[in-house]
Each structure stands twice: as C-alpha cells, then as structure tokens.
C-alpha cells in the first residue's frame, strides 16, 4: 500500500547497504518538500515497503540520484543533475588518503565553506555568481546553480572586434568590483567565466580569499595576463582594455597594476 511520510532528520556518517535493497523493493523520493540547513533536512517520501536505511543514504539517494559527473579535477568532482526541480552543479570535495581522516574531513569542511562564502559575498559586491542552494558540511559538497551559457574562452574566440572589447571591459570591471571589497578569486582565468544572459559570471573560487593584499590582487592580475599569453595570444595587444576598466572601477587599481608588473618582473630570469 503506498503511503507518504514527511521525515525531519539528522544526516548521519554511517552508510548502509540497505540503500540497494531499499530501491529494489520500491521506494521512490518526492520532490514535494525539501529543506536543508547544515546537516538536517526535511523530505517528503512515497514508500511502498518500509525499509530500514540510515540517513546518509536517505540523503545520497534525494539529491545524487540523477547526477552526471562532468569533470574530475586534482580536488574536487563537479556533477551536473537536478535539485528540488532545479538545475544544478554539484561540487563535491573528494576524501584523499594521504591525510589523517580528521584533518581530511577537517580541511574539506573548511575549504567548502569557504568558497561558498566568497561566491556569495563576491555577488553582493556585484559580480554575478551561481546562487549557491545547500552546503553539505558532512560530505563536503555545495549544490548551486547551473550557468547555462559559454565559456568567455569560446565567446572570445567567435565574437567580433567590438564584442571582443565589450567582454574585456566587463572582465575589467567585474575584477575591479571583487578587489573593491578585498576578493580575490585566486585562479582568474577565462576558463572560470561564463557569458549568460547578457551577463559575465565568475565561477571557481576554490583558490580565493578574502582581505586581501596588494600582493595578492596583483597575483590575479598577473595570473589573468599569464592566462592571455596561452589562451588568447591573438588578444594580448587588447589587454590594456581590461586594465582601462579596472582602473575606472577601482580607486587602487593603479598601484595593483604596479604589483602585478611587478610579480612578471620577478620571474622572468628564473
């Protein structure tokens, strides 16, 4: 007989084989209602026969049924799925063996932590970002939401000259915006922007932080050139574009560029 049950839960570290057996004999997730905040969360579920089952799997099945993994990277595993009727990207920050468990969970959490953050204080400072929908402080996964567009890489690569100028100056602007309130995004790259809707949206803050330092602004300048020279060498006579922007957006932005010239100097005889 199929009832429905709304269960309020604690996610737990025990995963349970019973998840498979559970599946087998029918039980099927409603979206109908769903919260989450940290490690409790609220489902709605259309069962048919009880199982037992812990509530790491409860979880697992609600929201990683369905997902794609669509890249692997040295830190993390970046699926694509739906959530609560959304699409999402789900980063999850995978468990290496070298490090002691607890540091392992420890580092994780934080680093997890961390980015969601600057993803949400770099959009209040006006730079579009993935509106991030659940962090998951046990697993170490944020679950934000889909930018459906292209890369700034290819729309630098098909766009006329015109266009070309108008990207780099909101890349110039929206850089000047993050540095306005101390971000930065650590790993500033055309990889890790997104042209959707009329808009350009940064995304990958995993590197980043916050009160940051002329040092450390003048790196993401620098690192953004250095991206230039291998990604886009046809355009770098057109950087000075992004530059004029961030200097029209940024009272410090001539002393930053100083840095980031800087920074090249350094390590050009090495």
Same mark, same amino acid.
């Given at each position: 007989?199929?009832?429905?049950?709304?269960?309020?839960?604690?996610?737990?570290?025990?995963?349970? &084989?019973?998840?498979?057996?559970? =599946?087998?004999?029918?039980?099927?997730?409603?979206?109908?209602?769903?919260?989450?905040?940290?490690?409790?969360?609220?489902?709605? @579920?259309?069962?048919? #026969?009880?199982? &037992?089952?812990?509530?790491?799997?409860?979880?697992? @099945?609600?929201?990683?049924?369905?997902?794609?993994?669509?890249? %692997?990277?040295?830190?993390?595993?970046?699926?694509?799925?739906?959530?609560?009727?959304?699409?999402?990207?789900?980063?999850? =920050?995978?468990?290496?063996?070298?490090?002691?468990?607890?540091?392992?969970?420890?580092?994780?959490?934080?680093?997890?932590?961390?980015?969601?953050?600057?993803?949400?204080?770099?959009?209040?400072?006006?730079?579009?970002?993935?509106?991030?929908?659940?962090?998951?402080?046990?697993?170490?996964?944020?679950?934000?939401?889909?930018?459906?567009?292209?890369?700034?890489? #290819?729309?630098?690569? %098909?766009?006329?000259?015109?266009?070309?100028?108008? @990207?780099?100056?909101?890349?110039?602007?929206?850089?000047?915006? @993050?540095? %306005?309130?101390?971000?930065?995004?650590?790993?500033?790259?055309?990889?890790?922007?997104?042209?959707?809707?009329?808009?350009?949206?940064?995304?990958?803050?995993?590197?980043?932080?916050?009160?940051?330092?002329?040092?450390?602004?003048?790196?993401?300048?620098?690192?953004?050139?250095?991206?230039?020279?291998?990604?886009?060498?046809?355009?770098? #006579?057109?950087?000075?574009?992004?530059?004029?922007?961030?200097?029209?957006?940024?009272?410090?932005?001539?002393?930053?560029?100083?840095?980031?010239?800087?920074?090249?100097?350094?390590?050009?005889?090495?």
């Amino acid at each position: 007989m199929l009832c429905s049950i709304v269960l309020f839960i604690v996610l737990s570290d025990d995963d349970d &084989p019973s998840a498979a057996d559970a =599946r087998s004999q029918g039980t099927e997730l409603s979206m109908g209602r769903s919260m989450s905040c940290h490690h409790v969360i609220c489902l709605e @579920l259309k069962v048919k #026969d009880l199982v &037992p089952f812990s509530e790491k799997v409860i979880y697992r @099945l609600f929201i990683a049924r369905g997902m794609d993994i669509i890249q %692997r990277g040295a830190e993390a595993e970046i699926r694509r799925g739906k959530w609560l009727g959304r699409d999402v990207i789900i980063k999850s =920050r995978v468990p290496k063996s070298y490090r002691l468990p607890e540091m392992d969970r420890s580092l994780r959490n934080m680093r997890t932590r961390n980015e969601a953050r600057l993803i949400h204080e770099a959009r209040e400072a006006g730079v579009p970002t993935p509106i991030i929908y659940d962090i998951d402080t046990v697993n170490a996964e944020m679950t934000m939401e889909f930018i459906d567009g292209l890369r700034v890489k #290819d729309e630098l690569g %098909r766009s006329a000259p015109d266009e070309v100028r108008d @990207l780099l100056r909101e890349m110039g602007r929206s850089i000047a915006y @993050l540095h %306005r309130c101390g971000i930065v995004h650590g790993d500033l790259t055309t990889s890790n922007m997104i042209m959707s809707k009329g808009r350009m949206w940064f995304i990958d803050f995993s590197l980043g932080s916050r009160c940051a330092s002329v040092e450390e602004m003048g790196v993401d300048i620098h690192l953004l050139k250095e991206s230039f020279q291998s990604a886009h060498p046809e355009l770098l #006579d057109r950087f000075h574009i992004i530059l004029e922007s961030y200097k029209e957006n940024f009272e410090r932005a001539d002393e930053i560029v100083r840095k980031a010239k800087e920074i090249g100097s350094r390590g050009r005889y090495t």
